[in-house]
Nanobody, 124 residues
Framework: QVQLVESGGGLVQAGGSLRLSCAPS????????MGWFRQAPGKEREFVAAIKWSSGSQYYADSVKGRFTISRDNAKNTVYLQMNSLKPEETAIYYC?????????????????WGQGTQVTVSS
């Protein structure tokens, strides 16, 4: 089992920035990738960004390219999501996800473990 704990959510004005963190614990010896997804009220969960753990290759949804950056700190065993130029429509619960084996990193169904989510609210 792998446990994920997110932090860093909160309230920010449009155009502002937030940094989310996620630290996995437990049986993390098999880790292919980690990702961030978000879900707004009444909407489906959507892919935001992912990073392959060994190579550091990054993947982004088109809607966040150029504004969001996913990164990892191997020493701290932590993945981050730096979010800049936030928009009100990006208000959602943001989830960290852990993927054990090779496969599509943008598909929520491909991830094995999920955090409890952290609320991000962007005011206009």
């Amino acid at each position: 089992q792998v446990q994920l704990v997110e932090s860093g959510g909160g309230l920010v004005q449009a155009g502002g920035s937030l940094r989310l963190s996620c630290a996995p614990s437990g049986r993390t010896f098999r880790r292919y990738a980690m990702g961030w997804f978000r879900q707004a009220p009444g909407k489906e969960r959507e892919f935001v960004a992912a990073i392959k753990w060994s190579s550091g290759s990054q993947y982004y949804a088109d809607s966040v390219k150029g504004r969001f950056t996913i990164s990892r700190d191997n020493a701290k065993n932590t993945v981050y999501l730096q979010m800049n130029s936030l928009k009100p429509e990006e208000t959602a619960i943001y989830y960290c996800a852990y993927k054990s084996v090779i496969g599509l990193v943008s598909a929520a169904v491909a991830y094995d473990y999920w955090g409890q989510g952290t609320q991000v609210t962007v005011s206009s």
